[in-house]
T-cell receptor
Framework: EVQLVQSGAEVKKPGESLRISCKGS????????ISWVRQMPGKGLEWMGR??????????SPSLQGHVTISADKSITTAYLQWSSLKASDTAMYYC?????FGSGSYGFDYWGQGTLVTVSS | QSVLTQPPSASGTPGQRVTISCSGS????????VYWYQHLPGTAPKLLIY???QRPSGVPDRVSGSQSGTSASLAISGLRSADEGVYYC???????????FGGGTKLTVL
């Protein structure tokens, strides 16, 4: 059974660093890219970026490039989303999702993690 | 403000058919496939529709999707209380070089 299991909720102060994780199991971890998707309070879903676990190649949404870092450790089938200096506006639910090829040049997310709630408050 | 536009809410009674719309532009829905995701309270989002109108294994045929021009829609017939949740449309955006989502439609079964 394919599973993406995310780390637990976090409460942090502005300026602190944080790394949350997403562990994949039940499939070949290096075969599928992992994306991170943000849901800010009361808002919709927003794609943040993705990583190819095979070689750690990454793409970021232009609006978030430089503020977050996506990484992966294929030896432990885990992807990460990291901040070096959190802001209050980073308060959100964060999801990881597995990207699958559906043919005709089309990619979508076929499995999602359960979400990690990050709260940043002084 | 989400790139794709969905109505914030939709509702229906058990057994009814409900449709949810999703409006985009030429850089996303107009030139790429549409996906629909169901997000039930306390669970991970679930893929309902891919490539505009295809259902993954396990999704019942009372769920259907369509696309025309820069708009798409999701239809759920035989509405059940278990269908209550938030539904998101998504599509690849050529300008962003990444996927974009709608703001989500909260479906209520009355």
């Amino acid at each position: 059974e394919v599973q993406l299991v995310q780390s637990g909720a976090e409460v942090k102060k502005p300026g602190e660093s944080l790394r949350i994780s997403c562990k994949g199991s039940g499939y070949s971890f290096t075969t599928y890219w992992i994306s991170w998707v943000r849901q800010m309070p009361g808002k919709g879903l927003e794609w943040m970026g993705r990583i190819d676990p095979l070689d750690s190649y990454t793409n970021y949404s232009p609006s978030l490039q430089g503020h977050v870092t996506i990484s992966a450790d294929k030896s432990i089938t885990t992807a990460y989303l990291q901040w070096s200096s959190l802001k209050a506006s980073d308060t959100a639910m964060y999801y990881c999702a597995r990207r699958k090829y559906f043919g005709s040049g089309s990619y979508g997310f076929d499995y999602w993690g359960q979400g990690t709630l990050v709260t940043v408050s002084s | 403000q989400s790139v794709l536009t969905q109505p914030p809410s939709a509702s229906g009674t058990p057994g009814q058919r409900v449709t949810i719309s999703c409006s985009g532009s030429n850089s996303n829905i107009g030139s790429n496939f549409v996906y629909w995701y169901q997000h039930l309270p306390g669970t991970a989002p679930k893929l309902l529709i891919y490539n505009n109108d295809q259902r993954p294994s396990g999704v019942p045929d009372r769920v259907s999707g369509s696309q025309s021009g820069t708009s798409a829609s999701l239809a759920i017939s035989g509405l059940r209380s278990a269908d209550e949740g938030v539904y998101y449309c998504a599509a690849w955006d050529d300008n962003l070089n990444g996927p974009v989502f709608g703001g989500g439609t909260k479906l209520t079964v009355l």
